[in-house]
C-alpha cells in the first residue's frame, strides 16, 4: 500500500532479500527494530513494513537495489554487502558501519584442470562471467590485464563449462558452489560483509535521527 | 554436474525462470522436447537438465542471462522475452520464431494523481526507473525527451511512492501491481512475446539440428 505522505521526519530502511536480511535481522533487533510479523512470512510478496518504531518502515529490495535506493535518497537507511558497494561505488552512500556479517569472499575462480597448468600472473587478455562487471574491470586493470567483463545476474558457476568463459569473477561463502562445479579459487579480490549505508544528504539534514540509528547499531556490533 | 566433454552434436536450449518457462514448456513438449522430472520440481537448485532428446540439454537461467548465454554461444537455442532481446540487442542472437505466449507491454507509468494532470508530450528532463536501461534511453531519446534512467532490478513499482523518480519503465501483464501501487500506464513503448533464439554461429555450422527444431516449433505456433 502507498502512503500518502511521509512525514519529513519519517526514516526508511532499505533490507536486501535472502542470507543477508537472515543475518542482520537479530542486529536490527537487538538495537530495538522489530519488523512487523509479514516481514519473515516465506514468500510474502509485500515490499513495504512497518516497525515497532513510530516512524520507521523497512523496504526489502534487490541486494543490488538497496543502494540505488539509498544513493538516491528514497531510502535513508539501509544495509548492503560490501560487494554492492564496491561495484556501484555510489558517491552519495556513506557507509559508516562493518555490521560483521553476511561475510564472504569475492574471488576469481576458473576449472580444476586449468588451474592445475594456469598462472595467473601471465594473463594478458581473458574473459570473465561475472555479477560484478566493474569491479572485475577494475580489479583486472589494476593488474595490467586486459579483461572482457560478462554480466550475468545468477549461474555464474555454469559459465566454465559450458566455454563462455574459462574464469568468472563471484561472492563465494563456503566454496561448495564452486567445488560442485568442478572450480577453485585461484585470485582473491577482497574480503566482503555486510555494512549500514546511509544517504550523506540526509545525514547532513537530519544527523540526530539517523545518528541514533548508527551509535545503537555500533553498539550492537561492539559487543557482539 | 558438469560434463567432461560435450559432442560437438550436443545442443543446448537455455530457458528463463519463472512464468515464461511455464507457458513455454507446453509447447516444447508438443514439439518432442520433455525435460528430467527433476525440471517442474519446486525449489530445486539443478541448473542444468537431460531431455527426452538424445543430445538436447537444457539449463535453466535469469531471464536477463537467456540471451547472453545465446549470443556468446554457450547455448546454441534459447527462449527470451521480447523485451530482453531489445533491452540487449545482440548481433550474435537472431530470433526466428515468435512464440506466442508469456505476451506482455512495455509501458511508462506514472503515478495517477499527476497523470491526470500530465502532458508526456511536454516533457523535456524526467527521471525514469527501470529494469530496461538501453530501452528506455533509446525511447526517450528517440521522443527528444532527456531521461535518467536509473537501473533497478525489481520493485520498480516502488519508486515512484518513495520519490526516486516519478515515472518508472517496465512490463505489464495484467496490471494489477501497477494499480496496487496507485500508478497508470501513460505512454506504450511495445507489445512483447517469448521468442524462440539461436546463436548465428551456430546456424551457420549446424542449420539441419537447429533448422529441426525451428520447423518443429513453427509448426506447433502455427498450429496452436
Redesign the interface.
Known sequence: ???EQDSPEDL?LALPKGRVADEVLPLLRAAGIEPEAEFGRPGSRK??FTTNVPGLEI?R??S??VA??VA????QLGVAGSDVLMEFDYQEVYAPLDLRVARCRLVVAEPAELASSDDPDRWSHIRVATKYPEICRRHFAARGVQAEC??????M???P?????RRIVDVVDTGRTLQ???LVEVEHIADCSARLIVNRSALKTRPESLGLWIERLRKVVDGA
Chains 1, 2 share one sequence.
Open positions: 500500500m502507498k502512503k526508511l515490499l513495504r523496504i529490495v534487490r543490488f537495489d540505488t535506493f538516491f535518497g528514497a531510502a560478462i554480466k550475468l545476474n545468477g549461474a558457476e555454469l559459465a563449462g559450458l566455454r563462455l568463459c560442485a562445479n568442478g
